[in-house]
Structure formats: structure tokens, C-alpha cells
């Protein structure tokens, strides 16, 4: 079976340190993979997805930073967190429309 | 852009009532309907899914698809304080998923 492991589970950050999240999925070859942010009482907030090694999309201008250096692994990152990129972070796979599955999310509060 | 709405809530039920959740969705190209359960500070979880019009029943829930009207609904039976969340739904449409805002429930004991 397919399972898909994300952390760490909370992280405190100083603003301006470097951010490294990190997402792999086990059971499957080539997956979608996903990185959403979504704040505190709101909906989820696309930020990157992927279709392969190599082929990242970002869907907002951000600071962040994604990358997908095997195929089951999805790499969150920041040279300098602000303080606007607290949040709740989830990674998630998806086998084209069959199924989508998020990992267990990262709180992440920049101080 | 593929639009994906849902009431934000909150919706208040009494214990033991049904709640009834809604979502409309803009593509009529979308092919496939989920609704996921998200409760506080944890990820989203799957619970329905349904690819064609009619009801699908799982237990206490029962999914609705009206695809010529463009709506995917949620309906919780005998509705339990543990059933308090947000509900998300989401549509795909060439193999991308698109997720509303989600709608907060909370049964009251």
C-alpha cells in the first residue's frame, strides 16, 4: 500500500533562517506530489506541484522554494523565512484522478 | 480557473441530525468528486468519493451528484460531536485536483 511520510511535525524558525521541509511517498512510482500552505482558518493554498523529476510548477510568487530530486521525494525550502510564512504545511500525492492523499502536515511558526 | 464553492460556515446541527453540506463547482468537464474531512490542526482525510450521478451511501454518509447542475453534496446521519470539522471538497478535472474552502461543521451535544 501506498503511504506518504512528511516532517518534521512542528518546527519554530527565527526569521531570516533557511526552511527545509520534506515530503516522501512509498508504494507508488511516479506520482503528482503537492506542497500547500493554508493558514490558521482557511482553505488550502496551493503552492507547488509536480508531474515528475524535474518538472516543477509554482502557482504563487513566494519566497519558497521546491524541488524534486527523486521521484518520490518532494523538497520544500526557504533561503529566509519572513514572518508571513507561518502556517500549517501540507505535502500530498495523487495517482492522476483516482486518489489524493495528504501527509500529516507541518506547523511551522516563524518568530 | 476551475472554481470549487462551498459555504465557509460555520453550520451549526444538533446531535442526532443530519447535516447537509454543498458544493457547487464551475467545469462541467470535471470528472471525479471527493469530500475530505479535516479536523483541527490535522490534514485533510478522505472519507467519499463519487463518479457518477445518483447517491453513494457509506454508513452515515451519503454522497449527491448532479452533474447537470454542477453540485456534489454531503449529507451526515445521526450526526456526533465527533463528526466536528471542516469538510473540503474536491473536483478533478484532467487529472487535477481542485479543492474548495472547505465549510466548518460543528454538531452540538
Known amino acids: 500500500s501506498q503511504t506518504i511520510h512528511q516532517w518534521p511535525a512542528t518546527l519554530v524558525q527565527p526569521v531570516g533562517s533557511p526552511l527545509s521541509l520534506e515530503c516522501t511517498v512509498e508504494g507508488t512510482s511516479n506520482p503528482n506530489l503537492y506542497w500547500y500552505r493554508q493558514a490558521a482558518g482557511r482553505g488550502l493554498q496551493l503552492l507547488f506541484y509536480?508531474?515528475?523529476?524535474?518538472?516543477i510548477s509554482s502557482e504563487v510568487p513566494q519566497n519558497l522554494s521546491a524541488s524534486r530530486p527523486q521521484d518520490r521525494q518532494f523538497i520544500l525550502s526557504s533561503k529566509k523565512l519572513l514572518l508571513s510564512d507561518s502556517g500549517f504545511y501540507l505535502c500530498?500525492?495523487?495517482?492522476?484522478?483516482?486518489?489524493?492523499?495528504f501527509g500529516s502536515g507541518t506547523r511551522l511558526t516563524v518568530v | 480557473q476551475k472554481e470549487v464553492e462551498q459555504n465557509s460556515g460555520p453550520l451549526s446541527v444538533p446531535e442526532g441530525a443530519i447535516a447537509s453540506l454543498n458544493c457547487t463547482y464551475s467545469d462541467r468537464g470535471s470528472q471525479s468528486f471527493f469530500w475530505y474531512r479535516q479536523y483541527s490542526g490535522k490534514s485533510p482525510e478522505l472519507i467519499m468519493s463519487?463518479?457518477?450521478?445518483g447517491d453513494k451511501e457509506d454508513g452515515r454518509f451519503t454522497a449527491q451528484l448532479n452533474k447537470a447542475s454542477q453540485y456534489v453534496s454531503l449529507l451526515i446521519r445521526d450526526s456526533q460531536p465527533s463528526d466536528s470539522a471542516t469538510y473540503l471538497c474536491?473536483?478533478?478535472?484532467?487529472?487535477?485536483?481542485?479543492f474548495g474552502t472547505g465549510t466548518s461543521l460543528t454538531v452540538i451535544p
Open positions: 474536491a473536483v478533478t478535472y484532467s487529472n487535477q485536483f481542485y
Open positions: 509536480s508531474i515528475g523529476i524535474d518538472q
Open positions: 500530498a500525492w495523487s495517482a492522476g484522478s483516482i486518489s489524493y492523499t
Open positions: 463519487i463518479y457518477s450521478n
